[in-house]
């Protein structure tokens, strides 16, 4: 925890998201495993090349794990206005936030 930079919480938060995504199916009807599996010797670029949907082991992973992810962190990357630079979202998915203003906090000197 102390080296990789997050909270304990946040570090939850991930290794819940992980878990519920690797649980095996049967007997998890939920699970992602089965889905995922396969990608990891021949993996898929993250969107679909005819529709630019989710692969079928990122929506998954979004549809399983996401929800719990979310109510354990309060916000991930879209809902906090960072995009991903590896998987194409439609724009209305991506919040609209200015990161700005803490940097410009942090470089004013305080009197």
């Known amino acids: ?3 990789s930079g997050i909270t304990a ?11 519920l995504t690797s649980l095996p199916n049967p007997p998890f009807t939920f ?4 889905t995922c599996l396969p990608l990891l010797t021949d993996p898929l ?11 079928d082991c990122l929506q998954c992973d979004e549809d399983v794990s996401g929800p719990v992810f979310v109510d354990l962190a309060g ?5 906090s206005g960072i995009v991903s630079t590896n ?23 305080v009197v």
């Open 75 to 79: 916000r991930n990357r879209r809902n």
């Open 45 to 55: 670029p993250p969107n679909k090349e005819e529709d630019c949907a989710l692969n």
């Open 31 to 34: 699970s992602c495993l089965n």
């Open 1 to 3: 925890q102390q080296q």
């Open 9 to 19: 919480n946040c570090a939850i938060a991930w290794a819940t998201n992980m878990f």
């Open 87 to 109: 998987i194409a979202r439609p724009c209305d998915d991506i919040a609209e936030i200015r990161h700005d203003l803490l940097c410009n906090l942090m470089e004013t000197e």
